[in-house]
């Protein structure tokens, strides 16, 4: 069995997009739960800004708990970038995460 959601939210003066996505996977006894999200928010910035290094970061987590028989998985990566556009420098900060979470099926 698969469950798939699909979510593409953008605020109304288009500044903010969030991207979401979740599936859920029962097979062989294993449910696997996958949410995917990508935000991004835009707005305009001036030529000073551009001297400031953006620094990317990433976030990895791993977890196993061997009594319940459940792993999980989380990465987050948040970031930044300049773009020109219609004669304008925008800059563009973006945040992507990704979980997966393992587990024995649930017996109804």
């Known amino acids: 069995m698969r469950d798939l959601i699909f979510k593409n ?8 997009r969030v991207l ?9 006894g294993i449910a696997t739960r996958i949410e995917k999200h990508l935000i991004y ?11 400031k290094k953006i620094k990317p970061e990433l976030f990895v987590i791993k977890e196993k708990n061997s009594k ?3 792993e999980s998985f989380f990465i987050k990566m948040k970031g930044g970038l300049y773009a020109h556009c219609n004669k304008k420098l925008l800059h563009v900060s973006f945040l992507h995460s990704l979980r997966i979470d393992l587990s024995p099926e649930k017996v109804h």
């Open 20 to 28: 979401c996505a979740k599936e859920r996977i029962i097979e062989d």
């Open 68 to 70: 319940v028989k459940r």
């Open 41 to 51: 928010v835009i707005r305009e910035a001036d030529d000073s800004e551009t001297e």
């Open 9 to 16: 939210l953008t605020s109304k003066d288009k500044s903010r």
